[in-house]
Every structure is written in C-alpha cells, then in structure tokens.
DNA sequence: CTTTTATGTCAGCCTTGTTGACATTCCAAG
DNA sequence: CTTGGAATGTCAACAAGGCTGACATAAAAG
C-alpha cells in the first residue's frame, strides 16, 4: 500500500496503465452492446451500420448537404454515395436540390425514412436509457466528460454543434 | 421549468431523449478517437483492427486457447482463422499444441508481437490517460459504471474475467 | 468404436471502406 | 460571356473483414 502512495499518490490510481487498459476493454466490448440492437433491426431490412449512420445525421440535421456529412461521417463521397443511393432509391430519403446553391442536394428523410429512424434510435436509447439509470446523474456526467476528452477536436467541433443546436 | 419538473423531476433530466441522443453521438465521436491511434500505426503494418483485436486479447491472457478468442470477440473462427493465420505466418504470433489437450492450440505473442502490442496499446493509452487525467478520478467511476452497465450480460462476463485476472 | 469437440481450410458472398477517372452542373471571377 | 473551380454524381476496380456452408483431421470422451 505504501508503494502504491508512493508511485504517485492514491488520487492518481486512475492513470494507471492496468486502469486505462481496463477502460480501453470497457470502451471496447460497451460498444458492441451500444451497436447491437440497432443491428438487428438494420439486418432486417437488409442495412448496415452504414446507413445507421446516414439516417441519424439526416434526421438530426434534415436539409443537410452531403458535404457536410461526409465532413462529420469522415468517409469517402463514393462510400457515402452508395448508401445514400440505396436510401433515395428505396424512398427512405429525399435529395432535394439546393435552393440557395443548385449544386448541393439538401438531404431529407422520408415518412418510411423517419419510421426506421424511430425504431432504431428507440432501442438504442432504451439501452442507454437503462445504463443511466443504473449508473445514477453523477455517473452520467462523469461518462459524457470523458468520452469528450477522448474526441478529436473536429469531431468534438461537430458534436458541441449538434448539441447546441437543438438546446 | 416548473413544467420540466412536472416531467419527471430535475433528477431525471439525464434521461431525456435528448441527454440520451446526446449521450449517443456522444459515443459514436468518442469511438472514432478510440481507434483513430492504433488505426494509423496498423495501416503502416498493413494490418487492421481485426489483428489488433487478436493482439490485444493474446497479449492480455498468454497461451488462450482459439475458442476463447472466439467467444471474447464475436465473430466467426473463418474470420478469426485469417487474421491468425496472417499473424503467426509473419512471426507476431505463435500457437502451440495444447499440453492437456492436444487439439487446443495455446498463443503466445512471439517478442515482435509483443512489441507491436506495445506501440498499440501505448497511444492507446495516452488518449485515454489525457481523457481521464482532464476530466478527473469521479468522472472515470462515473465513465465506467455507464459503459459496464451499456454491455451485454456476456460480454461483461468476459470483461470482468479479464479485469479480475489481473487485480 | 463411435461421437463429439477443437481446429483448420476452401470457396464464395456481402458490406463498406478505398482510389482513380470522368461527367455534369453551376457559382463566381475575370 | 467565358472560363476556372467547386459540388456532386457515377463507373470501375480493389481490399479488409465480416458471413455461410462444406469438408478434413486429430484427439478427447463416452
């Protein structure tokens, strides 16, 4: 015990390298769980993560272009191209072209679009819902700062937009 | 505000559907800075997070067996088959008939594995001791309680196996 | 001896990422 | 008005890493 003050003081147990590797395998196997739901539901319907992602920042942003979610999705424009084109041709999504510029497209999501959106963010915030409230507010605040800190600072810049966009 | 405490009371205000969206993309940008280290240092291996997977897992119990491997990761022993087989033909693993049961194969890390492990884990950790030295000791009870409670019950078996391996 | 288990391997498919090349549309500067 | 460049779409090809199914082998278990 008196080593383990000496190594740096009992304040700063949590910077150990046992005590990060603990919280790189809690990050790891927690985001399987947080993909999980969504992913049935997406196979159903013949989906993947990919569209998962597409649909959530449509909804969340609707009018969106598709420079900026390529921006916040950080793939390539073919990758993004070819879900967004399964979701137009399957009426999940509607590519409106730009009013104030022709040549963007302001993305939308459809009545069936919105449906999916529901069902899949529902179970994923029901599992979200239930870790929270078995970790309590105090747990909630200390999980939302540090996944903050562990942001890139572009993505910590689109993150703080989305939230303060609907505040 | 008086409405908003008619909702649930000021001590349910973290699970909103908003906090929990939040809480959500939240998630899903912090990832995304998780695997964005080790992500660069494979690449210029020419290995994906599938091996580093396998790595880290090898690394952390020495001489398991592929089944465990199997279990703790989820996927197919196709899919895992490959990623070792990459790995024990370029001398980063080794996988040594079992003594007690001659059909189990034990891996080891060989010492290049290891110190490609180290240079894995090392950034790895960084991000993560720069996160929880910013966001302090309570905020890190706070981050893991959340993410053990997000696992599913399997996947927290197995977290805990690995964490109480090691106390 | 037969069955089950652990593992490996081959073939083929899918999603989702990549790069490169090229067409179209259209704003904006000259 | 013309032209350059930006935003977008599209086609082709490729790779990683998931998947399923089928089959082989060795060894443990019954």
Redesign the pocket.
């Known amino acids: 015990m008196a080593d383990r003050i000496g190594a740096g003081g009992p304040s700063l147990l949590f910077l150990t390298d046992e005590q990060l590797r603990q919280g790189i395998e809690a990050m790891y196997f927690a985001y399987r769980g947080f993909t999980a739901d969504p992913d049935r539901i997406?196979e159903e319907h013949?989906?993947?993560?990919?569209?998962h992602?597409a649909i959530h920042f449509i909804h969340r942003s609707p009018g969106t272009?598709?420079?900026n979610l390529?921006s916040i999705l950080?793939?390539?424009?073919?990758?993004?191209?070819?879900?967004?084109?399964t979701l137009i041709d399957e009426g999940l999504v509607e590519?409106r072209?730009?009013t104030r510029?022709?040549?963007?497209?302001n993305l939308f999501l459809t009545e069936a679009g919105e449906k999916l959106e529901r069902a899949l963010s529902e179970v994923q915030r029901e599992r979200m819902r239930a870790a929270y409230r078995e970790a309590g507010p105090e747990a909630v605040r200390g999980f939302r700062m540090v996944l903050e800190a562990m942001m890139d600072p572009q993505m910590r810049r689109h993150f703080n937009r989305l939230k303060d966009g609907e505040e």
Do not use: F, I, W
């Open positions: 997406l013949g989906y993947g993560r990919a569209h992602r272009t598709v420079n390529l950080g793939v390539t424009k073919q990758s993004l191209n070819r879900v967004l084109r590519a072209v730009g510029d022709k040549r963007e497209r």
